[in-house]
């Protein structure tokens, strides 16, 4: 007889190898030491999966870790400082540009990959490709259809408090197509000066493109930094984005990279001026060499109180002023109110004297 215990562990595993026989039949054998592997399509069967499911989402997943790292990319902090300030100037840039009140404002800046971008940007649009000339590559800013509407219609003198009117499929005629330019000149140039206090760069207007085919400036699987800002110009606006693969931001990526603004520009005023003042206060000894002489050491363990030395040097002869080894000025020996004195006749910055013999002697 067994126990209450082990006849319930007992009815435990019936019930087991029951549903399990249910599930998938002769998945389990009924004698004690029968051992069976399942296979693929047995263990989908028990998950509840259909035929070939796993094999797609083991390969979704695949996909996804695959196109993560595409997307994970390092922050650039002093480049969000550059964006910041250029909005700043945009603001009044587009003040004095269209005559109205004009806000401007950073949405977000984000990482991805250049041909998701294209893929995304609503159409009709247009795509300004741009070059930076001392980088030597090139970056994109696509204006939308609401903002290039909105710039014509406060260019040509529209009134305030009506919507821009927006016609849809044409394509841009010429006069829009200059405006738009125009616009696009007047940013590029606030672009340019928001990078001034990290180094000096130029981007000069390269073209206008309607399809973004032919805009793309870079593999549609590289990396791009994308900063999306929109315009208010009161009742009329819309929204710019701008485009700067991580390749063209190679050259000041390191600038790009420093945490803030005082190590951005790898100085610090402040310190410079202490250093400046210290520097003129400082107290150096300044030597004058009336001659030397080669000497040989048993001469020079000779030497006593009385010893004499006859220097080679006549009195007109020009001497050296040196600060340590370094040879700073040439002048001759005077006197000035009972006092011998230098005259300094050439300023001359030698280099040190490296190999000066053993024993020589200073007069």
């Known amino acids: 007889m067994s126990s209450p215990e082990n006849q319930s562990d007992e009815d435990l595993a019936s019930a087991w190898a029951s549903s399990l026989e249910d599930a998938v039949p002769g998945a389990v054998d009924n004698t004690p030491d029968s051992t069976r592997i399942l296979n693929q399509a047995e263990i ?6 259909e035929q070939g499911q796993s094999d797609d989402l083991e390969s979704d997943g695949m996909q996804r870790i695959i196109s993560s790292g595409l ?20 603001s009044t840039s587009l003040r004095n540009f269209t005559n109205d009140n004009v806000e401007v404002s950073i949405d977000n800046v984000v990482s991805l990959r250049f041909g998701d971008y294209l893929d995304s940007v609503p159409l009709p649009a247009m795509f300004a490709v741009f070059k930076a000339e001392e980088w030597e590559n090139y970056g994109l800013m696509v204006i939308d259809s609401a903002m290039i509407y909105s710039i014509v219609d406060v260019l040509l003198g529209g009134r305030r408090g009506t919507a821009a009117m927006r ?17 696009i000149r007047v940013v590029l140039a606030d672009l340019s000066t928001s990078f001034d ?12 493109e309607v399809n973004p ?5 870079s593999r549609l699987s590289n990396a791009a930094v994308l900063a999306r800002m929109h315009v208010d110009m009161e009742d009329r606006g819309g929204r710019m984005d701008l485009v700067l693969p991580y390749a063209t931001l190679e050259p000041v990526r390191e600038l790009l990279l420093q945490q803030f603004m005082g190590e951005k520009f790898g100085r610090d005023a402040i310190w410079e001026t202490h250093l400046a003042e210290e520097l003129w206060n400082t107290d150096i000894d300044l030597d004058v060499v009336l001659d030397e002489q080669h000497m040989r050491l048993s001469d020079v363990l000779n030497l006593k109180p009385g010893s004499q030395f006859i220097l080679r040097q006549g009195p007109e002869a020009p001497v050296q002023l040196k600060c340590g080894q370094v040879v700073l000025f040439e002048g001759r020996v005077g006197r000035r109110k009972n006092r011998v004195a230098v005259r300094i006749d050439q300023v001359t910055g030698h280099p040190p004297h490296t190999n ?7 007069g």
Request: aromatic fraction near 10%; include cysteine; charged fraction near 30%.
């Open 44 to 49: 989908d069967s028990l998950l509840g999966f």
């Open 71 to 90: 997307i994970s990319y390092e922050r650039l902090p002093m480049l969000e400082i550059v964006f910041d300030r250029l909005v700043r100037i945009m």
């Open 167 to 183: 016609i849809e499929g044409r394509p841009y005629t010429t006069i829009e197509r200059t405006l738009v330019e125009r616009l």
């Open 197 to 208: 206090p990290l180094c000096a760069i130029t981007f000069r207007f390269e073209r206008l």
């Open 213 to 217: 085919r032919f805009a793309a400036i």
């Open 356 to 362: 000066e013999p053993l024993g020589s002697k200073r």
